[in-house]
């Protein structure tokens, strides 16, 4: 149990339609990050938000956005669905303070399904 | 730019059998190597890191050796269980940057 909580768990859309995907990070966390896991892949990093600020980006397109809101929750918005966003979207909150920021606490992640 | 390279799985094992899942890496700089581990229909747990070469991590039984010299940092275990059935996953950070690379992950299943 690592205090990271994602809704839904599932979530089934089709093509064209935006989606929002919500997380609730560890109690004393200030930094929260967003992972795409296709089928059979590793975790690709989407972005990270630092105090309510975007602190770092992957190579996805704009229409994947986020917040952060001032208790530290954030939601990761996904605009014109395409059939290759279906993943497993984890989130992962963590501590950033001076140089350690390395330990990660991941939730279990929504599986995003489009049709 | 930073990449991680797994074993293929699935590693299919009986229990009390010795594993490795090997991995090797690719970073700018001295990176920090990390293991994590995914069981069914959960996120991804820390199981272990080494940052600096010839450091051992360990944890739960599972050791690895950060392998400068090799770029590898090779998962290992004595005895397996059946409630060590998994998806493990390599990972490192490196550049000043705390965002990990993963490997694609390996996956282990144990047979009682």
């Known amino acids: 149990e690592t205090g990271v909580t994602q809704s839904p768990t599932h979530l089934i859309k089709t093509r064209g339609q935006q989606v929002t995907l919500r997380c609730s990070s560890q109690?004393?966390?200030?930094?929260v990050s967003w992972y795409q896991q296709a089928l059979g892949q590793g975790p690709q990093f989407i972005f990270q938000?630092?105090?309510?600020?975007?602190?770092g980006r992957g190579n996805f397109p704009p229409r994947f956005s986020g917040l952060q809101f001032p208790n530290y929750s954030s939601e990761l918005n996904v605009n014109a669905l395409e059939l290759d966003d279906s993943a497993l979207y984890l989130c992962?909150?963590?501590?950033?303070?001076?140089?350690?920021?390395?330990?990660?606490?991941f939730g279990s992640g929504t599986q995003l399904s489009v049709l | 730019g930073n990449s991680v390279t797994q074993m293929e799985g699935p590693v299919t094992l009986s229990e009390e059998a010795f594993l490795t899942i090997n991995c090797t890496y690719t970073?700018?700089?001295?990176?920090?190597l990390f293991w994590y581990v995914q069981y069914p229909g959960e996120g991804l747990q820390l199981l272990l890191k080494a940052t600096k070469a010839d450091d051992k991590g360990s944890n739960k039984g599972f050791e690895a050796t950060y392998r400068k010299e090799t770029t590898s940092f090779h998962l290992e275990k004595g005895s397996v269980q059946v409630s060590d059935s998994a998806v493990y996953f390599c990972a490192l950070t490196s550049g000043g940057s705390y965002i990990p690379t993963f490997g694609r992950g390996t996956s282990l299943i144990v047979h009682p």
């Open positions: 109690s004393g966390h200030n930094t």
């Open positions: 992962a909150s963590s501590l950033m303070e001076g140089a350690n920021n390395e330990k990660l606490f």
């Open positions: 970073a700018t700089g001295y990176p920090s």
């Open positions: 938000y630092y105090r309510e600020e975007e602190n």
